[in-house]
């Protein structure tokens, strides 16, 4: 069974749109995160969330809310997609907050046209 | 800004160690040292952490300088699986979670 599943795995939609890509953790973890790697493959820290409060918040639009309707999930919502938002979006999590060590899915690619 | 300096790429003769440094000299007494590695189309794997001592795992094994400011990950016998981009990264121990990943070190490894 897959540890830390997202979907959907590719996502193409036009600018402007409104999206949400799914995460789902079957590690009995407290601890879950949204990162985006953009074309320079640089890994930057979203979200976090534990025991389904927002603890890290980063400089990031508020066209992004995280959801989490229980613990083994952590929904990203997009709203007003921008020709930015392009990037590929991991989730992860980790057993509780400061605990490594974290799991990652495969990530969604998301593509902006 | 980073807090970790790696070189962009090495390359690894199969079967070979492979020995992937890191420079991490602004590192303070609390800081942990910690590792993963990014194979092609795939999430970060973790691979191993340590604040002072040497560490070694089923994966690696992590050697941090005496001073704390450098420390390489040892792959002891590489294989064509292990090409992927390997990250070294410095953070809290109680807030591990934020972690920041630099451009790490592209690892090719050759038959």
């Known amino acids: 069974d897959t540890a830390v599943s997202q979907t959907p795995k590719y996502l193409v939609t036009q600018m402007g749109n409104d999206k949400s890509i799914k995460c789902e953790q079957n590690?009995?973890?407290?601890?879950m995160y949204w990162y985006k790697q953009d074309s320079k493959k640089f890994l930057k820290i979203m979200f976090s969330?534990?025991?389904?409060?927002?603890?890290i918040n980063e400089t990031v639009p508020n066209r992004f809310s995280p959801k989490s309707p229980d613990k083994a999930h952590l929904n990203l919502h997009i709203n007003s997609l921008e020709l930015g938002d392009s990037a590929v979006y991991f989730c992860?999590?980790?057993?509780?907050?400061?605990?490594?060590?974290?799991?990652f899915g495969d990530g969604t690619r998301l593509s902006i046209l | 800004d980073a807090k970790t300096t790696q070189p962009p790429s090495m390359d690894c003769a199969e079967g070979r160690a492979a020995n992937l440094p890191c420079n991490h000299s602004?590192?303070?007494?609390?800081?942990?040292v910690y590792w993963y590695r990014q194979i092609h189309s795939q999430g970060p794997q973790y691979i191993i952490h340590?604040?002072?001592n040497n560490e070694t795992n089923e994966m690696a094994s992590l050697i941090i300088t005496e001073d704390r400011k450098s420390s390489t990950l040892i792959l002891p016998h590489a294989t064509l699986r292990d090409t992927a981009v390997y990250y070294c990264?410095?953070?809290?121990?109680?807030?591990?979670?934020?972690?920041?990943f630099g451009g790490g070190t592209r690892l090719m490894v050759k038959p």
């Open positions: 992860a999590s980790s057993p509780r907050l400061g605990v490594q060590p974290q799991h």
């Open positions: 590690l009995g973890h407290d601890t």
């Open positions: 969330y534990n025991n389904k409060e927002l603890i």
């Open positions: 602004t590192i303070s007494g609390n800081e942990y």
């Open positions: 340590g604040l002072k």
């Open positions: 990264i410095v953070a809290l121990g109680n807030a591990g979670n934020m972690l920041t």
